[in-house]
């Protein structure tokens, strides 16, 4: 059974942290780079940072030295920690393979939004 879910979004002010979590099914996961995706209404979903099945990490300039990427290959998890967060930050959070097919399945993600 194909599955992704995200979870550890919220509501918080500018600067502040939240954790996000996301847990795939096996045949998503194993073995497999995972990213973390996140989109704005109206605007294309963006990929903000990957993580090998090794470990190795990469991250787009806008987020780069305020969020970590990491897995837990033994509980199939992948986790998104965000700190210093921003206005622009706010966007629905996704999970997903790092190289993503056209029509491939997408979890429901979860909302984070960042007042200012």
């Known amino acids: 059974q194909v599955q992704l879910v995200e979870s550890g979004g919220g509501s918080v002010q500018a600067g502040g942290s939240l954790r996000l979590s996301c847990v795939a099914s096996?045949?998503?996961?194993?073995?497999?780079?995972m990213g973390w995706y996140r989109q704005v209404p109206g605007k294309q979903r963006e990929r903000v940072a990957t993580i090998t099945d090794g470990g190795r990490t990469n991250y787009a300039d806008s987020v780069k030295g305020r969020f970590t990427i990491s897995r837990d290959n033994a509980k199939n998890t992948v986790y998104f920690q965000m700190n210093s967060l921003k206005p622009e930050d706010t966007a629905a959070y996704y999970c997903?393979?790092?190289?993503?097919?056209?029509?491939?399945?997408w979890g429901q993600g979860t909302q984070v939004t960042v007042s200012s």
């Open positions: 096996g045949s998503i996961f194993r073995l497999n780079t």
């Open positions: 997903n393979k790092a190289l993503v097919r056209a029509g491939a399945y």
